[in-house]
């Protein structure tokens, strides 16, 4: 038996994944880039009993550490991840696996990203594969969730179109390159109405799609690129304010139309504007939802989450930063915490 523990950080996309040429294989239509996050992270716990033929389990964790049996739709697409990647190394046996987000669920922030990083990352290793970084960014991506392929590196990731998309993520920086905070300004709690693989699959009906392709296979990926490169935050936060815009602009452009914002996004956004008039520097973005994480550097952070805490409908302000890569320890801990 062998049994481990993965910690992954969740990420925010400087340039976005949106619109599959194939979803089932997961090609994007364009490179994206990334930074890793610290707080926002999955925690899963698996053990592999080679040999053993009774069904998998599937726990969540809670933060007291008692278990219960996750749902139907999570645990399919967990359960299948599994048998892929015991498919993959050719190996048979029995998985059972308890994870947790260090942030709350309700909190409306995406965790396929960190969630299926951290499950590839604990089934590899409890498999004893030994992969590279690349393999595990492949393998992470075949969950579905294709953003998790970049959360296997920690720091600044970007996800190319070579062999269009599937060579996976690579790491183009790590986390002691650049410290950047990302303020997630909490707007809605509830789980998104229009999952982002609905959105992927509507995205080419938008009328703007193909010229959204121009600009971010373009300038905008290599504005953002220099800007990580030279450390640039005055260069980087207008083209990830752009780049978030242009997505939800396709979004909302798509048939049938998808609209994530709430009231209170916009009320963030514009909040970030005026900050911004008043010497603070922040830029927005937002994934597939209403909440806004608003980069920042570590000077400007405490003003501005102390401003942005005061808009009418916040709910919170999570502070994360720039994050390292997936960590690994021996040993099923949130298995034996909830006495399995
Ligand atoms: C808007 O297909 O990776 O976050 O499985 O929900 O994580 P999930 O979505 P995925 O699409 C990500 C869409 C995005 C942009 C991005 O992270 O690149």
Redesign the pocket.
């Given at each position: 038996m062998s049994s481990v523990t993965v910690e992954s950080g969740s990420?925010i996309?400087f340039i976005?994944?949106?619109g599959a040429r194939d979803l089932e294989r997961v090609v994007p239509f364009n490179a994206?880039l990334?930074m890793t996050l610290d707080t926002c992270r999955s925690i899963c716990s698996l053990e592999f009993r080679e040999g053993e033929t009774t069904a998998d389990e599937v726990w969540l964790a809670a933060s007291d550490g008692s278990l219960r049996r996750a749902d139907e739709a999570f645990s399919g697409r967990v359960l299948r991840q599994l048998d892929r990647l015991r498919d993959h190394f050719g190996k048979s046996g029995r998985m059972v696996m308890a994870t947790r987000n260090t942030f709350p669920s309700s909190a409306g922030i995406?965790s396929?990203?960190s969630g299926f990083s951290a499950l590839t990352v604990a089934a590899t290793s409890a498999l004893g594969a030994d992969c590279s970084g690349a393999e595990l960014s492949r393998l992470a991506m075949l969950s579905?969730?294709?953003?998790?392929s970049r959360s296997v590196f920690g720091g600044y990731v970007e996800w190319s179109d070579r062999d269009e998309g599937q060579a996976g993520a690579e790491p183009l920086r790590d986390e002691s390159w650049w410290t950047l905070h990302d303020l997630i300004v909490v707007v809605d709690t509830e789980p998104k109405e229009v999952?982002?693989?609905d959105?992927?699959r509507r995205a080419t009906s938008s009328p703007y799609f193909e010229q959204r392709l121009r600009d971010v296979r373009g300038r905008r990926m290599r504005a953002a690129l220099r800007a990580v490169e030279e450390r640039d935050f005055a260069a980087l936060g207008p083209v990830i304010e752009e780049e978030a815009i242009d997505?939800h602009l396709i979004a909302m452009s798509s048939s049938p139309p998808i609209f994530y914002w709430k009231p209170a996004t916009l009320a963030v956004l514009d909040a970030v504007r005026r900050a911004r008039g008043d010497g603070l520097a922040g830029w927005s973005t937002l994934?597939?939802g209403a909440n806004v994480h608003v980069l920042c550097e570590p000077q400007t952070s405490d003003a501005l989450a102390s401003r942005l805490e005061a808009v009418d409908g916040v709910v919170e302000v999570i502070r994360d930063r720039t994050g390292g890569p997936p960590v690994v320890r021996q040993g099923a801990e949130l298995l034996e915490r909830g006495g399995l």
């Amino acid at each position: 038996m062998s049994s481990v523990t993965v910690e992954s950080g969740s990420n925010i996309a400087f340039i976005k994944y949106w619109g599959a040429r194939d979803l089932e294989r997961v090609v994007p239509f364009n490179a994206s880039l990334s930074m890793t996050l610290d707080t926002c992270r999955s925690i899963c716990s698996l053990e592999f009993r080679e040999g053993e033929t009774t069904a998998d389990e599937v726990w969540l964790a809670a933060s007291d550490g008692s278990l219960r049996r996750a749902d139907e739709a999570f645990s399919g697409r967990v359960l299948r991840q599994l048998d892929r990647l015991r498919d993959h190394f050719g190996k048979s046996g029995r998985m059972v696996m308890a994870t947790r987000n260090t942030f709350p669920s309700s909190a409306g922030i995406a965790s396929s990203a960190s969630g299926f990083s951290a499950l590839t990352v604990a089934a590899t290793s409890a498999l004893g594969a030994d992969c590279s970084g690349a393999e595990l960014s492949r393998l992470a991506m075949l969950s579905g969730s294709g953003s998790a392929s970049r959360s296997v590196f920690g720091g600044y990731v970007e996800w190319s179109d070579r062999d269009e998309g599937q060579a996976g993520a690579e790491p183009l920086r790590d986390e002691s390159w650049w410290t950047l905070h990302d303020l997630i300004v909490v707007v809605d709690t509830e789980p998104k109405e229009v999952s982002s693989r609905d959105g992927h699959r509507r995205a080419t009906s938008s009328p703007y799609f193909e010229q959204r392709l121009r600009d971010v296979r373009g300038r905008r990926m290599r504005a953002a690129l220099r800007a990580v490169e030279e450390r640039d935050f005055a260069a980087l936060g207008p083209v990830i304010e752009e780049e978030a815009i242009d997505m939800h602009l396709i979004a909302m452009s798509s048939s049938p139309p998808i609209f994530y914002w709430k009231p209170a996004t916009l009320a963030v956004l514009d909040a970030v504007r005026r900050a911004r008039g008043d010497g603070l520097a922040g830029w927005s973005t937002l994934d597939a939802g209403a909440n806004v994480h608003v980069l920042c550097e570590p000077q400007t952070s405490d003003a501005l989450a102390s401003r942005l805490e005061a808009v009418d409908g916040v709910v919170e302000v999570i502070r994360d930063r720039t994050g390292g890569p997936p960590v690994v320890r021996q040993g099923a801990e949130l298995l034996e915490r909830g006495g399995l």
